[in-house]
């Protein structure tokens, strides 16, 4: 079993910053491929970056590409998502998730991630 808890969400001005963090506990941390992914009101989920079990490898969704970055300092069995120029359209609430797959991280496995955090909400305004 991995709890996964995301912290780090707020309000903030369109053109500014944050950044997430999922704190992981339970099962070795560094045997999982990790994500985001967000769900804003009326939308269906939807992937926003994976990053494989030793942050070698990442992937990221078209609209998030050069703004966001995924990384895992895997001493601190921690996941960040640093969010620069944030835009209206990404107000969600973000949710933090894990799987020993990382194709299923990125979307490239059917199926969704095998744990999931509680979500932390952001909301970008004009």
């Known amino acids: 079993q991995v709890q996964l808890v995301e912290s780090g969400g707020g309000l903030v001005q369109a053109g500014g910053s944050l950044r997430l963090s999922c704190a992981a506990s339970g099962r070795t941390f560094i045997s999982y491929a990790m994500g985001w992914f967000r769900q804003a009101p009326g939308k269906e989920r939807e992937f926003v970056a994976a990053?494989?079990?030793?942050?070698?490898?990442?992937y990221y969704a078209d609209s998030v590409k050069g703004r966001f970055t995924i990384s895992r300092p895997n001493t601190k069995n921690t996941l960040y998502l640093q969010m620069n120029s944030l835009k209206p359209e990404d107000t969600a609430v973000y949710y933090c998730?894990?799987?020993?797959?990382?194709?299923?991280?990125?979307?490239?496995?059917?199926?969704?991630?095998?744990?999931w955090g509680q979500g932390t909400q952001v909301t970008v305004s004009l």
């Open positions: 990053i494989n079990w030793n942050g070698v490898i990442t």
């Open positions: 998730a894990a799987d020993l797959s990382v194709a299923t991280m990125s979307g490239q496995n059917s199926g969704p991630p095998s744990y």
